[in-house]
């Protein structure tokens, strides 16, 4: 029996400490299926295509049994859309805690047959966000080491000018 996970998130964009939970997730699961949510109600700074293609030109090294796709409803409809019995999710501190315990059993309401594994965020990325690295960038800093090369790359050319 093939085990398959989703990893869902807004994306906007992918940090190092998203790329560090993806490719411990690759080797956990036989099958990845990183879920780019697509939100009508929210204006991210990347629309999905380009988090979309931002996040498979940072996974590209990563194997053929991790993919990327966008989604746009319930996270329990996209797993249960590509067969997968998990929910990976990352973990940075106690304060991601309380909103992540909450999610887990609001989906596990949704779909028993559907768990959330959590991973520890890499020590060294635990303090990253999206929204941080966008500011960084936002103020002309280096976000080189938050966020993978294809990424750092599009914040530059998006704040440049
Ligand atoms: O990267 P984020 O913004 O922390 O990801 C949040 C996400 C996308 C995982 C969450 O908002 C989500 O699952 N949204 C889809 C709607 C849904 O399923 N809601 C009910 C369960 S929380």
């Known amino acids: 029996m093939s085990r398959v996970a989703v990893f869902p998130g807004s994306f906007d964009p992918m940090t190092m400490a998203h790329l560090d939970v993806a490719r411990r997730a690759a080797a956990l699961f036989d ?77 596990r309401k949704l779909q028993r047959g559907v768990d959330t ?7 060294e990325f635990g303090y990253l966000s999206s929204t941080l690295a966008k500011e960084v960038a936002q103020f002309g800093g280096d976000v080189s080491g938050m966020v993978p090369p294809p990424v750092a790359a599009a914040l530059v050319a998006r704040f440049s000018g």
């Open 117 to 123: 594994v959590f991973l520890m965020s890499a020590l």
């Open 31 to 107: 099958r990845l299926v990183v879920g780019v949510l697509h939100n009508p109600k929210k204006s991210p700074v990347f629309d999905i295509e380009e988090r979309v293609a931002l996040i498979r030109a940072s996974v590209a090294d990563f194997g053929a049994n991790v993919e990327v796709e966008a989604f746009d409803g319930l996270t329990v409809v996209f797993a249960e859309r590509n067969g997968a019995s998990f929910i990976v999710r990352g973990l940075r501190a106690v304060s991601d805690f309380e909103a992540e315990l909450q999610m887990a059993h609001t989906n």
